[in-house]
């Protein structure tokens, strides 16, 4: 997988107006999901092929990847010989990280129904500044399904790990999709609401133009006091099924 593309300037965040989301930007988080929760069931999915040596040991590091600490499943140099202990293993390292769900633009009709509430809700526009640690890659949509040979797990694992998590089927290729992993410790659930100022910075909020009115004024009154933030409704393109940036 090539993940050496140039990443936009400005990457989108599609939103339901909800109780929710609505405490995100007041609070200025946002919501890195458990893989398991994607609405693709075939989304950071993969297979063990049946080639496990009776006495494999996973190396003791393998690297600073995130994933690839997590699917350092033998720390401690323990053997491990049957595939069922490798798959749980893999599984759970999963539910130990999290994957913010960006976008390459900010006028897909599919995305602004799907994401946003039938366009009710809003999209947000985010600069990245560059943190290591939140690192943003593309989506590939080669579809591509992985099968992990735990026997050149050690030297590929950079590749299995890009596969697993940066890949999915053509079928969403309209999405342009970036991502970025982060660990969440114990997969725990309330440490998956992280402070944007950490990696990057609100840049526009853009509303959807069947969002109410009350809740765009709420949300102009929100960020008023910040003039570097563009606030923009979005609109109806006359006479086509299309939207654009309200003029």
């Known amino acids: 997988m090539n993940n050496k593309e140039e990443i936009p300037d400005v990457l989108y965040k599609y939103s339901t107006l ?37 006495s494999f040991k996973m190396p003791a590091k393998i690297g600073v990847e995130i994933m690839a600490e997590k699917f350092n499943a033998c720390k401690n140099a323990e053997e491990n010989n049957t595939i069922k202990e490798y798959r749980k293993k893999l599984e759970k390292a999963l539910t130990e990280i999290g994957v913010l769900c960006l976008a390459g633009s900010n006028d897909n009709m599919l995305m602004w129904s799907h994401y946003a509430d039938k366009h009710k809700g809003f999209c947000l526009g985010f600069r990245m500044t560059g943190n290591d640690a939140f690192k943003v890659r593309p989506v590939s949509y080669e579809g591509k399904y992985v099968e992990i040979k735990i026997e050149d797990f050690a030297d590929k694992y950079k590749e299995y790990i890009e596969d697993i998590i940066f890949s999915k089927v053509s079928d969403w290729a309209y999405e342009k999709e970036y991502r970025i992993v982060t660990e969440i410790l114990d997969g725990d659930d309330s440490k998956r609401n992280v402070k944007w100022k950490r990696f990057m910075v609100l840049d526009s909020i853009f509303l959807g133009y069947e969002m109410p009115e009350h809740y765009r004024d709420a949300i102009k009154n929100l960020f008023k006091s910040d003039g570097s933030i563009k606030i923009i409704e979005m609109e109806q393109v006359p006479g086509q099924l299309q939207v654009k940036l309200k003029d």
């Open 18 to 54: 909800s109780a929710n989301s609505i405490s995100s930007l007041i609070n200025k988080t946002v919501w890195f999901a458990d893989p398991r929760s994607f609405n693709d069931p075939f989304d950071c999915r993969f297979d063990i092929l049946e080639s496990l040596p009776k």
